[in-house]
């Protein structure tokens, strides 16, 4: 994960913190994990260590160091350019880590469905990968049985990283 993919999942994490639905806001531990991989990458900031310092115990105090690190980042007021930006990040970033075999096509697929391609309405781009995903989620076969499916998907993953 380098700089630019970490800069975009703040991004949509912080476009998250701000939904009103408490349901769709990343956890705390979530918030956590992206401070360690900002670090990770060479993001820094002195909240952003903090944020990734915290033990599990501490992890209430999560949503008020993400923010500190996004205003020390100036990743805030969040713009819509940079949201979609970010979006087509993340985006060619799931599509690469589902190649490698790093991400479960489904997940991955379900990630790019969701956080990307439904927030950015439904581009041409990612249609094939969206489609794949909402098979996944209306199919119930087992395991076993969503073999051809993830298989599926890594082909369309592989076309969408061809044409971006």
């Known amino acids: 994960m380098d700089e630019r993919v970490v800069i975009s999942l ?4 912080a476009a998250d913190v701000a939904l009103e639905a408490v349901w769709q806001r990343p956890s705390d531990e979530r918030l956590v994990q992206l401070g360690l991989n900002a670090l990770l990458a060479g993001v820094e900031s002195p909240s952003l260590a903090q ?3 915290l033990g599990r115990p501490e992890h209430h ?18 713009v819509e350019d940079d949201l979609a930006d970010a ?7 799931w599509s ?3 190649l490698v075999g790093n991400l479960d096509p489904l997940d991955g697929a379900t990630l790019i469905w969701l956080e990307a391609a439904a927030e950015l309405g439904y581009p041409q781009a990612l249609q094939p ?3 794949l995903a909402q098979t996944a989620t209306a199919n ?3 395991p076993a049985g969503q073999q051809p499916l993830k298989t599926d998907i890594v082909s ?6 061809r044409t971006v």
Do not use: C, Y
């Open 61 to 78: 105090a999560a949503r008020e160091l993400f923010t500190q690190a996004l205003e020390e980042l100036n990743l805030l007021p969040l």
């Open 156 to 161: 369309a993953v592989s076309r969408f990283l």
């Open 129 to 131: 990968v969206v489609t």
């Open 51 to 53: 944020l990734a310092g």
């Open 10 to 13: 703040l991004r949509l994490a």
């Open 87 to 93: 979006r087509w990040t993340a985006a060619r970033w």
């Open 140 to 142: 119930e076969d087992p």
């Open 96 to 98: 690469r880590e589902i």
